[in-house]
Protein backbone atom coordinates (compact mmCIF):
# COMPACT_ATOMS: atom_id res chain seq x y z
CA UNK A 1 0.00 0.00 0.00
CA UNK A 2 1.70 3.27 -0.61
CA UNK A 3 2.17 6.19 1.39
CA UNK A 4 -0.87 8.10 -0.09
CA UNK A 5 -3.35 5.49 0.00
CA UNK A 6 -2.08 4.99 3.35
CA UNK A 7 -2.95 8.94 4.15
CA UNK A 8 -6.33 8.07 2.37
CA UNK A 9 -7.08 5.00 4.70
CA UNK A 10 -6.04 6.84 8.19
CA UNK A 11 -8.24 9.78 6.78
CA UNK A 12 -11.14 7.76 5.99
CA UNK A 13 -11.18 5.82 9.43
CA UNK A 14 -11.08 9.69 11.01
CA UNK A 15 -14.12 10.53 8.47
CA UNK A 16 -16.10 7.67 9.69
CA UNK A 17 -15.38 7.74 13.34
CA UNK A 18 -16.78 11.13 13.24
CA UNK A 19 -20.30 9.43 11.90
CA UNK A 20 -20.08 5.97 13.61
CA UNK A 21 -17.18 5.42 16.24
CA UNK A 22 -18.46 2.26 17.38
CA UNK A 23 -19.11 0.53 14.44
CA UNK A 24 -15.92 2.07 13.15
CA UNK A 25 -13.74 0.35 16.25
CA UNK A 26 -15.38 -2.81 16.03
CA UNK A 27 -15.00 -3.28 12.14
CA UNK A 28 -11.41 -2.12 12.18
CA UNK A 29 -10.67 -4.76 14.84
CA UNK A 30 -12.46 -7.55 13.57
CA UNK A 31 -11.33 -7.26 10.26
CA UNK A 32 -7.80 -7.38 11.97
CA UNK A 33 -8.61 -10.63 14.16
CA UNK A 34 -10.01 -12.28 11.68
CA UNK A 35 -6.89 -12.11 9.34
CA UNK A 36 -8.56 -10.03 6.57
CA UNK A 37 -5.99 -7.31 7.01
CA UNK A 38 -2.31 -6.69 8.55
CA UNK A 39 -3.10 -4.07 11.29
CA UNK A 40 -0.51 -1.13 11.86
CA UNK A 41 1.44 -2.06 15.22
CA UNK A 42 -1.00 0.47 16.90
CA UNK A 43 -4.36 -0.40 15.72
CA UNK A 44 -3.71 -3.99 16.79
CA UNK A 45 -4.98 -2.85 20.21
CA UNK A 46 -8.73 -2.76 18.99
CA UNK A 47 -8.77 -6.97 18.29
CA UNK A 48 -8.81 -7.13 22.00
CA UNK A 49 -12.01 -9.30 22.83
CA UNK A 50 -12.55 -6.17 25.40
CA UNK A 51 -12.40 -3.68 23.01
CA UNK A 52 -14.32 -5.45 20.48
CA UNK A 53 -16.74 -6.36 23.31
CA UNK A 54 -17.61 -2.95 24.32
CA UNK A 55 -17.36 -1.24 21.17
CA UNK A 56 -20.04 -3.90 20.08
CA UNK A 57 -22.05 -2.91 22.29
CA UNK A 58 -22.03 0.35 21.87
CA UNK A 59 -23.04 -0.21 18.37
CA UNK A 60 -25.86 -1.45 18.76
CA UNK A 61 -26.89 1.08 21.46
CA UNK A 62 -25.91 3.58 18.78
CA UNK A 63 -28.00 2.16 16.30
CA UNK A 64 -31.28 2.33 18.33
CA UNK A 65 -30.57 5.51 19.61
CA UNK A 66 -29.78 7.38 16.28
CA UNK A 67 -33.54 6.17 15.30
CA UNK A 68 -35.36 8.32 17.99
CA UNK A 69 -35.71 11.94 17.63
CA UNK A 70 -34.51 14.27 20.10
CA UNK A 71 -32.58 11.49 21.50
CA UNK A 72 -30.41 11.46 18.93
CA UNK A 73 -29.40 14.76 18.71
CA UNK A 74 -28.72 14.03 22.57
CA UNK A 75 -26.43 11.03 21.78
CA UNK A 76 -24.70 13.13 19.16
CA UNK A 77 -24.00 15.74 21.78
CA UNK A 78 -22.76 12.98 24.65
CA UNK A 79 -20.73 11.44 21.73
CA UNK A 80 -18.62 14.12 20.80
CA UNK A 81 -16.60 12.82 23.95
CA UNK A 82 -15.96 9.85 22.00
CA UNK A 83 -15.63 10.03 18.39
CA UNK A 84 -13.22 13.22 18.05
CA UNK A 85 -10.80 11.16 20.48
CA UNK A 86 -11.43 8.06 18.68
CA UNK A 87 -11.07 9.70 14.71
CA UNK A 88 -7.79 10.98 16.44
CA UNK A 89 -6.62 7.53 17.36
CA UNK A 90 -7.39 5.38 14.52
CA UNK A 91 -6.03 8.52 11.89
CA UNK A 92 -2.46 8.13 13.79
CA UNK A 93 -2.43 4.55 14.15
CA UNK A 94 -2.67 4.00 10.31
CA UNK A 95 -0.36 7.03 10.07
CA UNK A 96 2.58 5.55 12.48
CA UNK A 97 4.56 2.49 10.72
CA UNK A 98 6.60 2.27 14.82
CA UNK A 99 3.23 2.41 17.02
CA UNK A 100 4.10 5.79 18.44
CA UNK A 101 1.28 8.36 17.81
CA UNK A 102 2.32 11.62 16.11
CA UNK A 103 1.16 14.46 16.87
CA UNK A 104 -0.07 15.94 13.61
CA UNK A 105 -1.83 12.79 12.72
CA UNK A 106 -3.64 13.04 16.41
CA UNK A 107 -4.64 16.58 15.14
CA UNK A 108 -5.62 15.59 11.34
CA UNK A 109 -7.93 13.05 12.93
CA UNK A 110 -9.84 15.17 15.16
CA UNK A 111 -10.25 17.49 12.81
CA UNK A 112 -11.56 15.06 10.08
CA UNK A 113 -13.44 13.47 12.93
CA UNK A 114 -14.69 16.81 14.02
CA UNK A 115 -16.20 18.15 10.96
CA UNK A 116 -18.06 14.89 10.16
CA UNK A 117 -19.25 14.50 13.43
CA UNK A 118 -20.51 18.60 13.52
CA UNK A 119 -22.06 17.74 10.25
CA UNK A 120 -23.72 14.63 11.17
CA UNK A 121 -25.27 16.48 14.14
CA UNK A 122 -26.18 19.68 12.70
CA UNK A 123 -27.73 17.60 9.87
CA UNK A 124 -29.92 15.87 12.50
CA UNK A 125 -30.88 19.18 14.62
CA UNK A 126 -32.35 20.72 11.68
CA UNK A 127 -34.10 17.27 10.67
CA UNK A 128 -35.64 16.70 13.72
CA UNK A 129 -37.34 20.48 13.52
CA UNK A 130 -39.54 18.81 10.74
CA UNK A 131 -42.78 17.52 11.91
CA UNK A 132 -42.26 13.85 10.59
CA UNK A 133 -40.24 11.27 11.87
CA UNK A 134 -39.23 9.71 8.41
CA UNK A 135 -36.99 12.14 7.62
CA UNK A 136 -35.19 10.91 11.17
CA UNK A 137 -35.27 7.48 9.99
CA UNK A 138 -33.93 8.27 6.36
CA UNK A 139 -31.33 9.90 7.63
CA UNK A 140 -30.24 7.73 10.12
CA UNK A 141 -30.19 4.56 7.76
CA UNK A 142 -28.62 6.68 4.97
CA UNK A 143 -25.86 7.00 7.62
CA UNK A 144 -25.83 2.96 8.34
CA UNK A 145 -25.43 2.43 5.11
CA UNK A 146 -22.58 4.38 4.42
CA UNK A 147 -21.09 3.41 7.49
CA UNK A 148 -21.28 -0.34 6.60
CA UNK A 149 -20.33 0.76 3.06
CA UNK A 150 -17.27 2.60 3.77
CA UNK A 151 -16.17 0.07 6.40
CA UNK A 152 -16.36 -2.56 3.35
CA UNK A 153 -14.12 -1.09 0.99
CA UNK A 154 -11.94 1.20 3.90
CA UNK A 155 -8.77 -0.91 3.27
CA UNK A 156 -9.28 -2.37 0.00
CA UNK A 157 -9.83 1.30 -1.93
CA UNK A 158 -9.52 3.48 1.03
CA UNK A 159 -10.20 6.64 -1.82
CA UNK A 160 -13.50 5.07 -3.08
CA UNK A 161 -14.40 4.79 0.71
CA UNK A 162 -13.87 7.93 1.70
CA UNK A 163 -15.51 9.74 -1.38
CA UNK A 164 -18.72 7.57 -0.18
CA UNK A 165 -18.95 8.80 3.16
CA UNK A 166 -18.39 12.09 2.16
CA UNK A 167 -20.66 11.59 -0.65
CA UNK A 168 -23.85 11.21 1.78
CA UNK A 169 -22.56 13.32 4.06
CA UNK A 170 -22.90 16.44 1.28
CA UNK A 171 -26.12 14.82 0.55
CA UNK A 172 -27.79 14.52 3.61
CA UNK A 173 -26.56 18.33 4.02
CA UNK A 174 -28.39 19.08 0.83
CA UNK A 175 -30.97 17.81 2.05
CA UNK A 176 -30.82 19.91 5.65
CA UNK A 177 -30.35 23.26 3.70
CA UNK A 178 -33.87 22.06 1.92
CA UNK A 179 -35.91 21.16 4.94
CA UNK A 180 -34.44 24.21 6.85
CA UNK A 181 -35.20 26.30 4.11
CA UNK A 182 -39.15 24.57 4.14
CA UNK A 183 -39.57 24.85 7.79
CA UNK A 184 -38.76 28.45 7.39
CA UNK A 185 -41.02 29.09 4.70
CA UNK A 186 -43.48 27.72 7.19
CA UNK A 187 -43.11 29.93 9.64
CA UNK A 188 -42.07 33.10 8.26
CA UNK A 189 -43.61 32.91 4.71
CA UNK A 190 -46.84 33.89 6.18
CA UNK A 191 -46.03 36.89 7.92
CA UNK A 192 -43.46 37.89 5.16
CA UNK A 193 -46.72 38.19 2.96
CA UNK A 194 -48.97 40.03 4.86
CA UNK A 195 -46.06 42.57 5.65
CA UNK A 196 -45.14 42.20 1.88
CA UNK A 197 -48.75 43.25 0.39
CA UNK A 198 -49.46 46.76 -0.98
CA UNK A 199 -50.67 49.41 1.57
CA UNK A 200 -50.06 46.99 4.73
CA UNK A 201 -49.30 48.44 7.29
CA UNK A 202 -46.22 48.44 9.62
Known sequence: MTEAHIFALGLAL?????????????????????GWVELPTALA???????????????????????????DSGWDLLQTLARIPAGAFLAAAT?????????????????????????????????????????????????D??????????????????ALLLAVLGIAALVVFWIARWVWRRTAGPKGIIQGQPGATR
Not at 14 to 34: K, S
Not at 52 to 70: C, M, N, R, S
Not at 150 to 157: D, E, P
Open 14 to 34: ACLAGVRAYLTVFGVGIAGLM
Open 45 to 71: ATTSPWVLGTAGALAVVEFAADKIPGV
Open 95 to 143: LSDDGQLAVGALALGATAALGTHLLKSGTRAVINASPEPVSNWAASAGE
Open 145 to 162: VAALGALGLVFAYPWVAL
